[in-house]
């Protein structure tokens, strides 16, 4: 077990999951930019019972029927997301205290991605949900 910690700009809300496992990749769809505003956001994607929120309590919103976002309700910082199925926790990279812990392995919702944004990586793209992910 790889246990992270994580949590909120202002640090009402602090959190910890096990990168051991994870799925982590890009995320380029149009709620996932408007959400956190950025052009792009970086997603590590673990089980449920690999995740804890140790201190503080996230605000939600669901975001579609099918996920549900948690966020700071001081500062505003998305933390976490979670599938209506159960199935997994999505954390936002970006919410790691060691920013150079995970990385991203591939692209997902690419067919949304801005196309003045190029990330020249080589890593695998999908035009909507990675095969994985399905």
């Given at each position: 077990m790889a246990w992270l910690s994580g949590g909120c700009l202002c640090g009402?809300?602090?959190?910890?999951?096990?990168?051991?496992?994870?799925?982590v990749d890009y995320c380029h769809c149009d709620t996932c930019?408007?959400?956190?505003?950025?052009?792009?956001?970086?997603?590590?994607?673990?089980?449920?019972?690999?995740?804890?929120?140790?201190?503080g309590e996230a605000a939600t919103h669901a975001s579609s029927p099918e996920?549900?976002?948690?966020?700071?309700?001081?500062?505003?910082?998305?933390?976490?997301?979670?599938?209506?199925?159960?199935?997994?926790?999505?954390?936002?990279v970006g919410t790691l205290d060691d920013?150079?812990?995970?990385a991203?392995?591939?692209?997902?919702w690419d067919g949304d991605r801005p196309s003045w944004l190029c990330l020249a990586d080589g890593l695998p793209r999908f035009s909507a949900d990675p095969d994985y992910d399905n």
């Open positions: 009402r809300v602090r959190y910890e999951a096990d990168s051991y496992g994870a799925i930019r408007r959400s956190t505003g950025g052009a792009t956001v970086a997603w590590m994607q673990v089980r449920p019972d690999r995740f804890r929120v140790v201190s996920m549900v976002r948690s966020f700071c309700g001081a500062c505003g910082s998305q933390l976490f997301m979670t599938d209506a199925k159960g199935r997994s926790v999505g954390v936002t920013k150079t812990a995970v991203p392995a591939a692209h997902g």
